[in-house]
């Protein structure tokens, strides 16, 4: 297993090689790119100057007629230029770029084979420095290679592998592989004719949402032979990539990102590059990354640490749906239970934590007790804290608690989706409420709930709909309930005192500290008034500094002796992070929490679910049993 | 003594999301919110009519107005960074100030009484002076302070001097002659949301989250007094014409108006507890001091006839 994967290494680098490496290496007579690799030695001083800073030979090759579906690609490739983009200066540019070599690399050595088989794989596509020395060994003749090159031209075809994202999602991996081969043999086909080829990938929606160019222009494009370093690195991570995905759907293996990463540091160069084109092949093909045999790193960590025997079977089985199984890390308590399809109950009501979501093809049925509503909550914390003291019982509605940890992966969104489809026991569907941070994340991940990831493309919708709950209401933190508990804290009791649900949880939750609170906050409230009444009038309030000590230590006083959840010290300021952030999200088109958002941007403060403090039970009830009203009436 | 105000005509509907910007010359109110356009209602005119609006001046909202007291020129900041130009006498866009958010998207926004200096303040702190009459327009003075975000900046009315609140509650007052710090404000701690130089240029009043009016002298960077009273995180300053007056708005949806001679609030307005995000004197027509305010509408108040100016 070790040496495959180091073989496999070494053949895709050679991919990379070919533009820098005359070394062969033995590989496998069968396989598409060591066959290349051999092409390429006995045509070595061809793609050699590729390394260099200059432009590629291919572009002087390259005919000045671009099919017309070529030129709207542009758009989103990574790279600065596209080798299309330039082709017109292309001969002038090449020419004094050359110029410029002859001039900063005098009298190389002579180049022996010995000396770049002693060159590590990995500096050659990441190490300009090595590439250059690279160069500068073969620039003995490099005029003549040059002129070979000019006058061997490539023939004006390119081959064309367009992936354009159509809905693919109950394909088996077989399908992937299938795409995967085509990818390959058309190289190696492209390779023998010394062509083009281009493989596009319709670029999901999140990153045109994001894009701000022309949304028309949605192709994500690998062009091979590359033009330049970055395109070559691209290239061979795509590549590699595609490699990778095959051999984990032939080996039945599931690999994460971060395995992915770590199995080509050098090609990959960063864990993002890994995560986006993940992202980009499983929507370019329309299936579900689970079908790629991928899963984020974050899911099978947890599994790691919740279940090792379980991971084993996920790893070693040749199931494809315990690959599934493989994407879980939310949490659900409630008065539920789930039948699973291997005939195993779980029971969600049970007391300290919840129970980790299965998959949602693991689930064949669930059945709800008397809950009327679902709480999805962002923080695994205050899901703990709910949970595990039972609170969420007494909660009006006897809400289902749902954690996805933050971003809530495939599992939790699907769980959540079967919740919306089901009935409880006295027939009605669930109400969903979110209860998230009030900060740009937390309002990300409300709106990853309610309509599903943006990963799929509009015309994919079924897919983003099996993952989302349109009902999702915001139930908080919310910037009403900052002002609300920052500097109106009498004002918070009355909704609660009004609610007709209000005694009976009270009745379930009194407590020394409860009743408390209540006398405090009625007196806060008198002379809130009180104060505010002096203000009115302008008596009393006033006031040059030495006067104004007084009536301010008062205040201080009232002020103190409420709940900690009036302190204006639990929030916290924007960061640049959350502003660049929110300003993202405002720009992606959001609309449902789009003025939370520019309030939060105008106001400066976000705030976390913690700023409830020991409150958070009874703001839960308040909110709760106001949103029961909202509904009942 | 006090000021007795009555709530004159209130505008409900003016936008579909909360107000967060406010300008006010003699013939119009612009205000800007989290929709596209920015509106142009009367405010001569009792029932304050909408005269104009700027049809997709941000697309993603407006959070800063800034006017011209000659009310020749307006300039808009939206909340993607962009920076508008208006031309108030023909009510059509004059130019963008495209290189100001080049490093550190811009947030606050000031112009000189004549309009014609426009000071910026970005979220990494930085603090420019712009000469608007240019085409384009030409960048006069940067001023670096800690890189802390600027929340609020102004400038004197004849635009020699230009004062920034910041984040960390740091408040600097520059010479744009000298181009240099003339004082260095410290000890304020908490965010400062507002500075505004009173029209003689002799006083800066700061006001944020410490819920306290600081009013400093600025020749010498003293401390002159304070004016406590808001119970609430202070958004907007605005001084009277005449600088006598003072009014402030706060989170809690209170208004403030101040006299500078007694050091004290003169009257308190605002009952609906929404936060009031600007406050601005109307120019003066009769013999009250008229006031405007933005939040989640927009509200007139006038001056009862018959009370005493203080």
């Known amino acids: 297993m070790d040496s495959d994967s180091e073989a496999d290494a070494d053949e895709t680098f050679s991919v990379i090689d070919l533009y820098e490496d005359t070394h062969v290496q033995i590989f496998d007579e069968d396989d598409a790119v060591s066959e290349y690799f051999q092409w390429y030695e006995e045509n070595i001083f061809s793609a050699l100057p590729t390394n260099a800073e200059t432009p590629s030979p291919s572009k002087l090759r390259e005919p000045p007629i671009l099919p017309a579906v070529m030129t709207p690609e542009i758009a989103y490739t990574t790279t600065a230029e596209t080798p299309r983009t330039t082709i017109p200066q292309v001969p002038a540019k090449y020419t004094t770029a050359y110029q410029a070599d002859e001039t900063t690399w005098p009298a190389p050595p002579a180049l022996t084979t010995q000396d770049i088989g002693e060159l590590p794989h990995a500096t050659i596509s990441a190490n300009a420095t090595a590439t250059e020395d690279l160069v500068q060994d073969t620039d003995l003749d490099l005029l003549s290679r040059l002129h070979k090159l000019l006058i061997e031209s490539r023939t004006d075809e390119e081959a064309t592998i367009s992936w354009d994202g159509a809905d693919n999602s109950s394909r088996p991996p077989a399908f992937v592989l299938g795409k995967i081969e085509e990818v390959f043999s058309a190289l190696l086909d492209v390779i023998a004719a010394k062509r083009r080829l281009v493989v596009r990938l319709s670029v999901h929606e999140r990153k045109k949402l994001y894009s701000r160019r022309d949304p028309g222009l949605s192709w994500s494009t690998f062009v091979y032979p590359p033009s330049c370093q970055r395109d070559i690195q691209r290239f061979a991570a795509f590549i590699k990539l595609l490699r990778l995905i095959a051999e984990a759907i032939e080996t039945n293996q599931i690999y994460t990102k971060r395995d992915i990463y770590y199995k080509d540091i050098s090609v990959f160069r960063s864990q993002q590059v890994v995560n986006s084109l993940v992202d980009d092949i499983s929507a370019a093909l329309g299936v579900p990354r689970r079908t790629l045999h991928i899963v984020s790193s974050k899911t099978a960590a947890f599994i790691l640490r919740g279940d090792m025997l379980y991971l084993r079977s996920c790893l070693t089985h040749a199931n494809y749906d315990a690959c599934k199984t493989a994407a879980a890390k939310g949490l659900a308590c409630g008065d539920l239970k789930l039948y699973k399809t291997d005939g195993s109950i779980i029971n969600c009501c049970v007391e300290g934590e919840g129970i980790l979501i299965p998959a949602s093809s693991d689930i064949e049925k669930v059945d709800i007790a008397d809950c009327e509503s679902v709480l999805v909550i962002e923080k695994e914390a205050v899901f703990r804290t709910l949970a595990e003291s039972g609170d969420w019982k007494r909660l009006p509605g006897r809400p289902i608690l749902l954690c996805g940890k933050g971003y809530p992966d495939i599992a939790t969104r699907e769980f959540a989706r079967i919740l919306y489809h089901t009935k409880n026991a006295r027939g009605c569907f669930l109400a969903f409420y979110s209860l998230v941070d009030y900060d740009p994340h937390g309002l990300d991940i409300y709106t990853m709930y309610r309509t599903g990831s943006l990963l799929f493309a509009p015309h994919m919708k079924l897919q983003r709909e099996i993952m989302s709950v349109p009902t999702l209401q915001h139930l908080g933190v919310k910037f009403a309930d900052i002002s609300h508990y920052c500097f109106n804290p009498g004002e918070r009791k009355e909704p609660c005192a009004q609610a007709p649900v209000a005694p009976q949880s009270q009745n379930i939750n009194t407590t020394a500290s409860n009743s408390d609170e209540q006398g405090i906050s009625a007196d806060g409230d008198h002379s809130n008034a009180e104060l505010g009444k002096q203000a009115d009038t302008g008596d009393g309030e006033i006031q040059s500094e030495p006067r104004s000590k007084k009536p301010r230590t008062a205040r201080r006083q009232w002020q103190s002796s409420r709940q900690a959840a009036t302190d204006s010290q639990g929030l916290l300021l924007l960061t640049a992070h959350d502003r660049a952030k929110a300003t993202a999200m405002l720009q992606r088109g959001e609309t449902e929490c789009a003025a939370d958002l520019r309030n939060m941007l105008v106001v400066g403060y976000k705030a976390e679910i913690e700023i409830l403090g020991d409150q958070l039970v009874r703001y839960l009830e308040e909110k709760l049993a106001r949103q029961q009203i909202g509904l009942a009436a | ?310």
């Not at chain 2, 400093?216 to 003293?222: I, L, T």
Request: with cysteine; aromatic share 8%; glycine share 10%.
């Open chain 2, 1 to 310: 003594m006090s000021k007795q105000y009555l709530t004159a005509h209130t505008i409900d509907n003016a936008h579909e999301s909360a107000i967060y910007a406010l300008g006010v010359t003699a013939e119009y109110t612009l205000t800007g919110s989290g929709s596209s356009a920015i509106k142009l209602h009367s405010t001569r005119d009792p029932t304050h009519p909408l005269l104009h609006t700027f049809d997709d001046a941000h697309k993603l909202g407006c959070h800063h107005i800034a006017v011209s007291k000659t009310g020749k020129r307006a300039v808009s900041a939206g909340f993607d960074g962009r920076m508008k130009i208006w031309d108030l006498e023909n009510l059509e866009p004059n130019q963008e100030i495209t290189s100001a958010s080049k490093d550190g998207k811009t947030w606050p926004i000031s112009l000189s009484a004549d309009g014609s200096r426009c000071i910026t303040g970005s979220h990494n702190g930085r603090v420019k002076v712009w000469d608007l009459d240019k085409t384009p327009v030409l960048q006069l003075r940067e001023y670096e302070t800690k890189n802390v975000f600027a929340m609020c900046v102004d400038l004197s009315s004849d635009g020699k001097l230009a004062a920034s609140g910041h984040e960390n509650g740091g408040v600097y007052i520059f010479n744009n002659e000298t181009g240099r710090m003339a004082h260095s404000i410290t000890g304020l701690i908490k965010p400062v949301r507002a500075v505004a130089f009173s029209p003689a240029s002799k006083l800066l009043a700061v006001g944020g989250d410490f819920q306290v009016i600081a009013i400093y002298d600025v020749r010498s960077g003293e401390q002159v007094f304070n004016l406590v009273g808001h119970t609430s995180w202070v958004f907007s300053i605005s001084w009277s014409e005449t600088g006598h007056f003072l009014a402030t708005s706060a989170f809690d949806g209170k208004t403030k108006v101040w006299s500078i001679e007694s050091r004290s609030c003169v009257t308190t307005l605002g009952e609906s507890g929404k936060p009031v995000f600007q406050v601005s004197f109307l120019p003066k027509l009769g013999s009250g001091e008229d006031l405007v305010t933005v939040g989640s509408s927009i509200t007139y108040y006038r001056e009862a006839s018959g009370a005493q100016n203080g």
